[in-house]
């Protein structure tokens, strides 16, 4: 089932006096439970079209269909009651809120989504931190976790609502090639559990070995994609 | 959720929400003494006037009024016998004395100082004024005896039990000059009735200045409601009535005395709300720059959290909340540290005689101990707006915060 299309993606950015075009046109479609990365060097428009498939970001021209649904037209808040409902996000850099303890991280996405009682909440975010491996930590602040640990309640949160699809920007960037492992081991188990798409834009040759398809990316088009 | 957070982000810069809230803090406090303090001002001098010097309302001849200043003994009330029969019996009229005043000097044989002399009724002129509750010594009981006030006394070098020698004109404009027995010593709180007043019997006075029947004021003392406001309209509309009734003569309310009073206290509360505006505007420059700082400091926060479908609005209400909780402990420091202030100056007072000796406050009727005042509404208007400068203060930086882009907040990422 084909969870998000794009066509003819183009999008445009207008850095001082010069025009950059960054997407020069990106037909793509993803299906559900799918595993994969977009790779491509620096500039070749990776975070742009993150940006247009996470839905933080709308095309200059060509249309975005999610779940067959076109997301045109569409106001800042509309798309971020979309993203509410169906988009999860992973950083580089965890982003956990600081103030709020692993449990409270976890529960902010079903918070914000304003459909759960409490107990379902409660549930909902115990089992999938026991899935990441962190039962212990339960009620620990971020500052008190390790690198890999952040990023296992980043896996949490993203999951914890069950999206469409989740998006990872380089997730084992900052992380030793053991931890990066682990993490990526994590995400794969879950996206076979769970059945949810997982889409990377990364570097790191170890996410590229895991992936089941590779998109690459240069100057803006999609220049192979490749499934294993 | 959102409380959550910003209560835990205040947490967290314990130092920076502090420092802001101890300037509201400060603010509010010092408002709060200083509303205590000027009220419990008012309080003394408005109850010092009624009870000693200005009754509800005076009742004079038309021409007495213009020259009052002066003490002249040309203008008396015609047949104030008639006139304070008939005052009595009025409805709201609970009693009336008369007096007469007049210039005179006061010797001690080596020094002579220029005074008031106050004829009155030694009978009924406490049912009226206060005098008796500030008096050392004797009342007017006998023929040839007066009362001075107690820094006439020290400055004359006088006590009770010694003669003045008292001299002035007459109605008929010749000089006369006799001795007087100081029966009593006045010690009010009124400063012009400490200094310059000598106080004797009219049957003293008729015989001193051949004042025969003459009679220069009817005072007049009403009810005395506590709220000020309606003890003044009471004192206005009897004013209104006794010259409806006695259109020869002129009636003047309690508000013409206390007009000047009244005036100098509003300037004393519009300098004190001048002062809650400035250290609440520096409070409220602080508050905006403590959240714009978090603004900035939690940028990618704001990302992540827009990212998982925060909408501007509830991104503004995590800042808005912030500042609405700095605001709210400001408020309730101010109000806490305000109390401990009202509490001691309620309690114990502010001794005004022995802080400023023996400089001359001028007619300013205040004397004594200062007693500060609660003043409850002060304290829920005053919280209230501190709050509301948490507010307003947060509003502009959170509208900032409301208004980044996703993409721009996570490019910090």
Redesign the interface.
């Known amino acids: 089932m084909t969870i998000l299309k794009l066509e003819k993606i183009k999008k445009t950015y207008q850095k001082g006096s010069r025009e950059v075009i960054a997407l020069k046109g990106i037909n793509l479609s993803i299906e559900k439970g799918e595993f994969l990365a977009i790779v491509g060097p620096s500039g070749s428009g990776k975070t742009t079209l993150l940006n247009i498939i996470g839905c933080l970001d709308v095309p200059t021209e060509g249309i975005v269909f999610y779940d067959r649904k076109p997301l045109t037209g569409l106001s800042e808040n509309a798309l971020s009651e979309y993203r509410k409902e169906s988009i999860s996000f992973i950083f580089q850099s965890y982003n956990l809120i600081p103030v709020l303890t692993v449990r409270e991280n976890v529960e902010l996405p079903l918070i914000i989504a304003k459909q759960f009682s409490k107990s379902e909440i409660k549930k909902k975010a115990e089992d999938i931190i026991k899935k990441v491996g962190l039962k212990d930590m339960i009620e620990r602040f971020p500052r008190e976790l390790s690198g890999g640990q952040e990023q296992r309640v980043a896996i949490a949160r993203a999951l914890v609502k069950k999206p469409l699809l989740v998006l990872a920007d380089e997730p084992t960037a900052n992380l030793d090639s053991k931890t990066a492992k682990e993490i990526i081991a994590v995400m794969k188990d879950l996206n076979k559990s769970e059945g949810i798409s997982f889409l990377f834009s990364t570097h790191d040759p170890l996410v590229e070995k895991h992936a089941q398809r590779i998109i690459s990316l240069h100057d803006g088009l999609v220049a192979s994609d490749k499934r294993k | 959720?959102i409380w959550?957070?910003a209560f835990?982000?205040l947490?967290?810069h314990k130092r920076r929400a502090l420092t802001t809230g101890i300037i509201m803090m400060v603010g509010i406090a010092v408002f709060l003494v200083l509303d205590s303090l000027f009220l419990g001002v008012d309080k003394m001098t408005i109850d010092n006037m009624t009870s000693l010097s200005s009754p509800a309302v005076k009742l004079t001849s038309k021409s007495y009024e213009n020259k009052a200043d002066l003490f002249p003994l040309d203008y008396g009330i015609e047949n104030y016998e008639d006139v304070l029969y008939k005052v009595k019996k009025m409805d709201t009229v609970l009693a009336a004395t008369p007096r007469t005043s007049f210039r005179i000097s006061a010797s001690n044989y080596e020094n002579e100082l220029p005074l008031i002399c106050i004829a009155i009724d030694p009978e009924t002129d406490s049912s009226v004024f206060d005098f008796k509750d500030h008096l050392k010594g004797s009342w007017l009981l006998n023929e040839g005896e007066v009362l001075i006030g107690a820094n006439l006394a020290k400055d004359l070098s006088v006590s009770i039990g010694d003669y003045l020698l008292v001299s002035g004109k007459t109605r008929y404009d010749s000089y006369n000059a006799d001795e007087f027995l100081i029966a009593g010593i006045l010690d009010t709180t009124d400063p012009m009735i400490n200094r310059q007043s000598l106080v004797m019997s009219f049957l003293d006075a008729q015989n001193f200045a051949d004042l025969d029947s003459l009679v220069t004021e009817i005072a007049i003392k009403t009810e005395r409601p506590n709220a000020l406001k309606k003890y003044i309209s009471l004192t206005e509309q009897l004013a209104f009535e006794i010259n409806e009734t006695f259109p020869n003569l002129k009636a003047k309310s309690f508000f013409d005395d206390a007009k000047m009073v009244l005036m100098i206290s509003k300037q004393k509360y519009y300098f004190s709300i001048f002062l809650v505006a400035i250290v609440l505007l520096i409070a409220m420059v602080g508050i905006v720059n403590s959240i714009l700082m978090s603004v900035y400091e939690r940028i990618?926060?704001i990302?992540?959290?827009?990212?998982?479908?925060?909408?501007?609005k509830e991104i503004e209400r995590l800042f808005i909340v912030e500042g609405l909780i700095t605001g709210l402990i400001g408020s309730l420091l101010g109000i806490a540290l305000g109390s401990l202030g009202v509490y001691y100056l309620a309690t114990y007072g502010y001794p005004i005689a022995d802080m400023i000796g023996d400089i001359d406050l001028g007619e300013y009727p205040v004397w004594g101990t200062i007693y500060g005042t609660w003043n409850f509404l002060a304290m829920t208007i005053v919280s209230l707006v501190g709050i509301l400068c948490g507010f307003l203060a947060s509003w502009i930086p959170a509208r900032k915060a409301g208004k980044l882009q996703?993409?721009e907040t996570?490019r910090f990422?």
């Open positions: 959720m959550k957070i835990r982000n947490l967290r990618r926060e990302g992540v959290l827009r990212a998982f479908g925060f909408k501007d996703v993409i996570l990422v």
